[in-house]
């Protein structure tokens, strides 16, 4: 995420913290010096979530802001119990999902019980339910994660074969509509260099849209990167990506009407008499995998997909886990293990291979 990016998250989290309670726009002005802003803000969005329950349950009466910490003192194991339940079965929250909200609250009644403290040097709260909550058992072996992945993105041909449909193909598709084919001819480069890259590179949703043009090497084939954490990184990606990313560069300024200004790397067109060209928002960028995702006939194909898509054609042709972990920004070795399961067929090959030519 580069700097603008996170200035108008930070934004949006001072915005959010102001329907909270004052603790909890504590917490969150605490963690800033050492958690993610995306990661902040998702957090905003839980609470408000919670507090809004609370309200709506009767639990306190008059603006959610304004529940006191007495409140969350006196919540009981059952209540926090519906809560979730609510979550999972009203809102039709994943176990997942639900566990991340289990974990945003978690820390914020660990901060009121034990690292905040009153001008008379007593914890906030003396009583933290949530201790006594655990989180959901949806935990899968990696083969398991690994078979489940496995049906939703891309293997052997269809790589090219994605890639292409988006540079040429979807246009031959929707022709006889005029809406659609003018708008893909406006972000025909643009798209298929947005594809190319992440096929090629195995970048997140939020590097790619945090691009700048200066994060660019051109000579060295790679990308400058804000990785989870705030750690830059150079970040290679494959000639194929090269290719396509100066076919839109060639085209990028023209098209979407750009002065010298703007130095976001992938941009919007520009809407209406007076639209001005912007940064694409990892939601545009969803969406418009989407479409192509769906028109191709993959329509469980999403942008964490080609990730994943990259990251196994990587493993299947290099069989060097640490530079790929190095190249995904994982933090933990284990998550770039996965890959080695989705292989396991191309290493079957080999193994019937060796059989055969034993055989002869």
């Given at each position: 995420?580069?700097r603008?990016?996170?200035?108008?998250?930070?934004?949006?989290?001072?915005?959010?913290?102001?329907?909270l309670?004052?603790?909890?726009?504590?917490?969150?002005?605490?963690?800033?010096?050492?958690?993610?802003?995306?990661?902040?803000?998702?957090?905003?969005?839980?609470?408000?979530?919670?507090?809004?329950?609370?309200?709506?349950?009767g639990?306190?009466?008059?603006?959610?802001?304004?529940?006191?910490?007495?409140?969350?003192?006196?919540?009981?194991?059952?209540?926090?119990?519906?809560?979730?339940?609510?979550?999972?079965?009203?809102l039709?929250?994943?176990?997942?999902?639900?566990?991340?909200?289990?974990?945003?609250?978690?820390?914020?009644?660990?901060?009121?019980?034990?690292?905040?403290?009153?001008?008379?040097?007593?914890?906030?709260l003396?009583?933290?339910?949530?201790?006594?909550?655990?989180l959901?058992?949806?935990k899968?072996?990696?083969?398991?994660?690994?078979?489940?992945?496995?049906?939703?993105?891309?293997?052997?041909?269809?790589?090219?074969?994605?890639?292409?449909?988006?540079?040429?193909?979807?246009g031959?598709?929707?022709?006889?509509?005029?809406?659609?084919?003018?708008?893909?001819?406006?972000n025909?480069?643009?798209?298929?260099?947005?594809?190319?890259?992440?096929?090629?590179?195995?970048?997140?949703?939020?590097?790619?849209?945090?691009?700048?043009?200066?994060?660019?090497?051109?000579?060295?084939?790679?990308?400058?990167v804000?990785?989870?954490?705030?750690?830059?990184?150079?970040?290679?990606?494959?000639?194929?990506?090269?290719?396509?990313?100066?076919?839109?560069?060639?085209?990028?300024?023209?098209?979407?009407?750009?002065?010298?200004?703007?130095?976001?790397l992938?941009?919007s067109?520009?809407?209406?008499?007076?639209?001005?060209?912007?940064?694409?928002?990892?939601?545009?960028?969803?969406?418009?995998?989407?479409?192509?995702?769906?028109?191709f006939?993959?329509?469980?194909l999403?942008?964490?997909?080609?990730r994943?898509?990259?990251?196994t054609?990587?493993?299947?042709?290099?069989?060097?886990?640490p530079?790929?972990?190095?190249?995904?920004?994982?933090?933990?070795?284990?998550?770039?293990?996965?890959?080695?399961?989705?292989?396991?067929?191309?290493?079957?090959?080999?193994?019937?291979?060796?059989?055969?030519?034993?055989?002869l």
């Amino acid at each position: 995420m580069n700097r603008d990016a996170q200035l108008r998250t930070y934004e949006k989290i001072e915005e959010k913290i102001r329907e909270l309670p004052w603790y909890v726009a504590e917490f969150i002005q605490k963690k800033m010096r050492t958690m993610s802003p995306a990661t902040l803000l998702n957090y905003c969005h839980d609470y408000l979530i919670f507090f809004d329950w609370l309200v709506a349950e009767g639990f306190w009466t008059g603006h959610r802001r304004d529940v006191p910490l007495e409140t969350l003192e006196k919540l009981t194991v059952p209540q926090i119990e519906d809560f979730l339940s609510y979550l999972q079965f009203r809102l039709d929250n994943t176990p997942l999902t639900v566990n991340r909200k289990i974990s945003a609250l978690k820390s914020l009644f660990h901060y009121l019980q034990n690292i905040a403290e009153t001008d008379d040097l007593e914890p906030y709260l003396t009583r933290n339910v949530m201790a006594k909550i655990e989180l959901n058992a949806v935990k899968e072996d990696q083969e398991t994660i690994a078979q489940k992945m496995a049906g939703k993105i891309l293997w052997h041909e269809e790589y090219e074969q994605f890639r292409r449909f988006v540079a040429h193909d979807y246009g031959v598709l929707v022709k006889d509509n005029k809406k659609l084919f003018n708008f893909y001819q406006r972000n025909r480069e643009r798209d298929t260099a947005i594809i190319s890259l992440i096929l090629g590179s195995g970048l997140r949703l939020s590097e790619v849209v945090g691009l700048d043009i200066d994060d660019l090497d051109l000579k060295k084939f790679s990308a400058r990167v804000i990785r989870k954490g705030n750690k830059e990184q150079y970040v290679f990606f494959s000639e194929q990506a090269l290719l396509d990313l100066k076919e839109y560069l060639a085209v990028r300024k023209q098209k979407y009407q750009l002065d010298d200004k703007t130095r976001a790397l992938f941009v919007s067109s520009p809407m209406g008499p007076k639209g001005a060209s912007r940064r694409m928002t990892p939601r545009a960028v969803e969406k418009m995998v989407e479409k192509y995702a769906k028109a191709f006939g993959k329509p469980a194909l999403s942008v964490h997909k080609l990730r994943h898509s990259f990251a196994t054609r990587y493993h299947a042709e290099n069989n060097d886990v640490p530079k790929l972990r190095r190249q995904l920004g994982h933090a933990s070795i284990q998550t770039t293990m996965i890959y080695t399961h989705l292989t396991n067929d191309e290493l079957k090959k080999a193994v019937d291979k060796m059989d055969q030519n034993k055989i002869l």
